[in-house]
């Protein structure tokens, strides 16, 4: 065995010892059922916080859906941020009969920015007590009719979560093969990762949109504090470092929009791995310092999530691309044996990935609404989605500077029509 050998051992040993949990979370969400809450007395208060960048196309369809929640209206205040907007977003918001509240700011940009000025402005308004929970979600976003409701039951079950993560799904999973990756991905997120996690009573995480925090959170951090790349994952590793209980809610059930472009996917995800980093430098020690405490599997779980996928594929896949340059100068005669092992392995990962997107949409047929072709086209092209992630990563880990860039919402349509897509 030679040290090429010995380090491709060596990385399999470590992806086994970081991700062998994960398979179990799959293998046992197949046999247990999702957690269900007890009905409650629907008298918490809550506000729906959107920030959105020229969403004129998408918003309305949102706030309609807000609207028409089964869970008392009087109770449900919608707050828009048009985040440096050059359309008619505000005016939508306001048309909708929601509060627009408009942000100008070229210097501090992102999402974490906006949430934090519009948390602010509720704060000075109403203070820091008058709403029970803060939902924060996505303007190209739509809320299934019992999606507050569902969100409620868990918010007030005894477990005593302070964040609770809704089931992420897709409006336009059919729309293209980049579409319906992204839509697997976020499927196989929430039922065999947070609905794994809720089950065995370790901390769920949340992922950008579908979310509710408990007002002691936002009062205990002094609002919104989280301005990285990805606040959504900074905000995660902060309260698990702080105790926080996080949940997860399969019944509360939202729509997301996917990207199609593959440029928008490239330049979302350089972004994420990018925040991967900051997270992993500002909390990587804090949350390793945890993961030996009660309660530590949960920070465990998210260090692999965040670090542990795209530096261990990143040094494999330079690894074996290094040894096959060196093999071919070197010692031609053996490149045919090498690049055969390197293929191998490729193809290993490959089969790892279609087995992962075929299981999910086995799984989760019933929640997809998408034609039979196009889930069947979205579980083929799911490995090469994510086998994109690797160059995606190697730029991002040495390029400098990694900045926000909107993506352009166009897919305006109702719950109704996302579920009429299953033809």
Known sequence: MNLFDIANLILGVLFIACYSYQIFYVIYTLFKKPKTFAPTDQTNRYAVLI????????????????????????????YVCADNCTDRTADVVREKGA????????????????????IQHIFDIHGQDYYDGYFVIDADN?????????????????????????????????????????????????KQLNNARCLLGTNAAVAGTGFVIHKDVLKA?????????IEDIEFTADAFTKDV??????????????????????????????????????????????????????????????????????????????????TLIVSPATFLGTLVT??????????????????????????????????????????????????????AIFTPKVSWKPIKHTAAMSVTDVKNKDQ
């Open 245 to 326: 209980k996080f949940g997860y809610c399969h019944d509360a059930i939202l729509y997301d929009e996917q990207p199609t472009s593959f440029i928008q996917s490239w330049h979302q995800r350089m972004r994420w791995v990018k925040g991967y980093l900051q997270v992993l430098k500002k909390y990587g020690w804090a949350l390793t310092k945890r993961m030996c405490r009660k309660g530590g599997f949960a920070c465990f779980d998210l260090m692999c999530n965040i670090s542990a996928a795209y530096l261990l594929t990143t040094t494999a896949f330079l690894l074996n691309l290094v040894y096959l340059i060196v």
């Open 221 to 229: 951090q002094g609002g919104w504090i989280h301005h990285g790349l």
């Open 342 to 395: 390197s293929l191998v392995m490729l193809f290993g990962g490959y089969m790892c990935m279609l087995f992962l997107s075929f299981f999910v949409c086995i799984t989760e047929k019933d929640r997809i609404h998408a034609s039979r072709g196009k889930r069947i086209l979205g579980m083929l092209t799911f490995p090469f989605f994510m086998m994109s992630f690797v160059p995606i990563a190697i730029i």
């Open 99 to 118: 509060f627009a509240y408009e942000r100008f700011n070229q210097t501090e940009i992102g999402k974490g920015y906006a949430l934090s000025e519009l």
């Open 51 to 78: 920030c959105g960048r020229n969403e004129e196309a998408v918003i309305g369809y949102l706030l309609d859906s807000i609207k028409a929640q089964d869970y008392p209206s009087d109770l449900i205040d919608a």
């Open 142 to 190: 739509l809320l299934d009719p019992h999606f507050i409701s569902e969100m409620d039951k868990a918010f007030c079950a005894p477990e005593g979560y302070k964040v609770v993560n809704g089931y992420r799904n897709s409006k336009n999973f059919g729309d293209n093969w980049l579409s319906a990756s992204y839509a697997v991905w976020f499927l196989h997120d929430a």
